[in-house]
């Protein structure tokens, strides 16, 4: 079952089995009131791949080792550590609109993990904005643990 947090009246982080609508996103986010404040979106979808992290990031990892295949993995996260990030980037310079969805459970290769949008002023901030958040989630927020195929 999938769930959502608010926070003043804004919708930013969702979970489930499904990942949202990139298109629906986008018109909700337009249709929201920090939209005139936007002059771009920017759109992060994480998905498992069949390449271990230890291979692709050159570093030593619990996970599948190098060399070897990926066959799915099992994701999870802390909601409230997601939440905080959330709120630190919306906090950041020119950003108008965050909203971050979340898988969890097993995943197979091709699974969608996350959705990430950012509105902002302009192209640095928001550029800005999607590496700290995005890597903040991925750092210090998710479990993921790689099953070799």
């Not at 996260?77 to 959330?86: E, G, N, R």
């Not at 310079?93 to 002023?121: C, F, H, K, Q, T």
Request: hydrophobic share 45%; aromatic share 4%; charged share 20%.
């Amino acid at each position: 079952m999938g769930y959502s947090m608010t926070v003043k009246g804004e919708m930013m982080l969702e979970n489930g089995k499904t990942m949202p609508s990139v298109d629906a996103w986008l018109r909700e986010a337009k249709a929201d009131a920090s939209a005139a404040g936007c002059g771009m979106y920017l759109t992060h979808n994480g998905v498992v791949r069949a390449t271990p992290k230890s291979e692709v990031r050159g570093i030593e990892t619990d996970g599948v080792a190098p060399g070897r295949r990926v066959g799915g993995m099992v994701f999870g996260f802390d909601a409230q550590k997601v939440q905080a990030a959330i709120e630190a980037t919306r906090a950041m310079p020119g950003i108008g609109y965050v909203r971050v969805w979340l898988a969890s459970g097993e995943l197979a290769v091709g699974d969608d993990i996350m959705l990430v949008l950012i509105g902002g002023d302009i192209r640095p901030h928001v550029v800005d904005a999607l590496q700290a958040l995005v890597g903040t989630i991925k750092n210090e927020c998710v479990s993921e643990v790689e099953c070799e195929a």
